[in-house]
Each structure stands twice: as C-alpha cells, then as structure tokens.
C-alpha cells in the first residue's frame, strides 16, 4: 500500500513516516503543499495523509484539486484546527477523515488502516479523459488534440506537458513545476534545454500559422497556457 504524507512539520513528517514503513507502508514524503500537490498528481497512492496549514498550497487546497480530478483516493487530515466549521469545511473538500494534533499514533495507525479497508468506488478503471481550454481540447487517452477542426497527433511526452498546462489555465507555471512534473527525480536527467525543446515542438503543432498562441512564456519564471488577456 502507497501512502502520500504531506506535512511542512518535519519533526511530525519524519516520525511518522518512518512508523508508518516499519508498519510495512511505501511512504512517499513532501515538505510543502506545492511538492505535495505535484506527488497527488504524478502518481497513485492508496491514502493521502495531508496536514491543513502548510505554505504555497495547502492540505485543503490539495485536497479539492485531487477530488476535482474524480480521484476517489482516501484523504486524512491531520490539523490543529479544531473547530466544527473547521472539520465541516475540510469533509466537505471531500477529506474522508479527520485528526485533531496532537493525537495518539496507534489513533492514528487504526484509521490509517479502516481507510485502507474501504472499497474500492466502482469506476472504469481508464476512464477517457477529455480537458478543453479555449479554442483546444485534448484527448488524453489517446494522445490526440483538436484545435479548428483538425486532429493533432502528440507524442507521450507532449501529451503530458499539454496536460499539465491545461490543468492550471491562466496560471503561471514555473520551469521548476514543468521540469519536475514531466521528470520527476529520476536518475537520467534531462539536459538544461529539454523543456524549451519540449516546449516549441508542442507549439509548432497546436499553434498554426493564423491561430491566437496558447503556450505563452513568462519570461525568467515559466509558461503560462491561454489566450492572452485583453
């Protein structure tokens, strides 16, 4: 079973990250909301384990992100709020549990283990993903893309790149995000030019000659995918 803790605490992260391997869990680790939210995104994980206040992004937001996805995966909020409106606020992001710091690890080990126990929710298991921004739509499942009545074959790696920007619409991605997002940490590392290379072989095929650009570079910062603001 793959766990995902996500925790800015790393006196809390580290504990219990290493209770829950000794449990026999693969437990993947992030710091931030921002590492966190790319984890949830990049790979399945069987529980999500995320605390509420955390910089960049927080458990609540990773949370909505991940069910706006139809991702079914359980999420455990570990938070020192606690308040009703609080624990409402964060079951109706659509968190499946909720503990209130500090709290007792064998607490903590029990609904780890009743989350892991749920059934699956019946759903295809690959399901065709379809996203549409502006003038663009994307077919994810079948790599393809169709802009102005044409078909526009990608590549895997195009495909997820075109993926990721048209998850975040008008929003500036970072080299960091796309770079990390598309490579992760593998041990082959890609030379410094490959995003930009990346990046003008997916122009040249969604942007022809006449068509508004959607891959817009924010120059020293990222790419941001849309049409310009007027």
């Keep these: 079973m793959r766990i995902l803790l996500v925790d800015d605490e790393v006196e809390m992260a580290d504990p219990l990250s290493l209770l829950l391997t000794r449990e026999g869990y ?39 992100q991940v069910r706006s996805r139809g991702d079914t995966t359980p999420v455990l909020f570990l938070t020192a709020k606690d308040t009703v409106d609080d624990r409402v606020q ?20 029990a609904r780890v283990r009743a989350l892991l126990r749920r059934p699956p929710t019946l759903e295809p298991v ?63 590392k890609p030379t410094s030019n490959a995003l930009a290379a990346q990046v003008r072989l997916l122009r040249r095929k969604i942007e022809a000659d006449g068509e508004p650009p959607l891959i817009n570079t924010v120059y020293g910062r990222g790419y941001r995918f849309g049409f310009p603001a007027e």
């Design 26 to 64: 693969t437990v993947d680790v992030a710091y931030d909301g921002d590492r966190g939210n790319q984890l949830a995104q990049q790979s399945h994980y069987d529980l999500l384990i995320l605390d509420w206040m955390m910089p960049r992004y927080s458990g609540l937001e990773i949370c909505q």
């Design 126 to 188: 690959a399901p065709a993903q379809r996203l549409r921004v502006d003038d663009l739509e994307l077919d994810t499942s079948n790599q393809l893309a169709y802009r102005q009545g044409r078909a526009i074959e990608l590549s895997e790696k195009e495909t997820q790149l075109l993926e990721y920007l048209m998850r975040y619409p008008n929003q500036i991605l970072t080299h960091e995000q796309i770079h990390q997002y598309l490579w992760g940490d593998g041990v082959e």
């Design 90 to 109: 964060g079951l109706d992001a659509g968190a499946d549990d909720y503990m209130i710091k500090p709290f007792e690890l064998r607490e903590l080990l």
